[in-house]
């Protein structure tokens, strides 16, 4: 069973920048057989996808909100995926949840379906 914890997250001012951490542990395959997504649930909304890095950290995605702002990289040695938000802005305010599945990559890496574990969360405010 793979467990995953966030953390990093906190109160920054627009235009400020975070990282996010998400870091694995437990038994199972090894961390670099997992493709890792980054998701995030504002107040009153659906979960939405981020992110994704593949398990050989050769691909990534994001969703169109936040290209050219967040980065997605991962360290294996370290059981860690990263997630370098820059430019936030108010409406980056949520919970973020990273996710696990033992894949190469996953096509509809949007879909929180398609994960089978999941961390807790770290909340992420974006405010003045």
């Known amino acids: 069973q793979l467990q995953l914890v966030e953390s990093g997250g906190g109160l920054v001012q627009p235009g400020g920048s975070l990282r996010l951490s998400c870091t694995a542990s437990g038994s199972g395959f090894p961390f670099d057989y997992y493709t890792i997504g980054w998701f995030r649930q504002a107040p009153g909304k659906e979960r939405e996808g981020v992110s994704c890095i593949s398990s050989s950290g050769g691909r990534t995605n994001y969703a169109d909100s936040v290209k050219g702002r967040f980065t997605i990289s991962r360290d294996d040695a370290k059981n860690t995926v990263y997630l370098q938000m820059n430019s936030l802005k108010p409406e980056d305010t949520a919970v973020y949840y990273c996710?696990?599945?033992?894949?190469?990559?996953?096509?509809?890496?949007?879909?929180?379906?398609?994960?089978?574990?999941w961390g807790q969360g770290t909340q992420v405010t974006v405010s003045s």
């Open positions: 996710a696990a599945e033992d894949t190469a990559w996953l096509e509809g890496w949007g879909n929180s379906r398609l994960y089978d574990y």
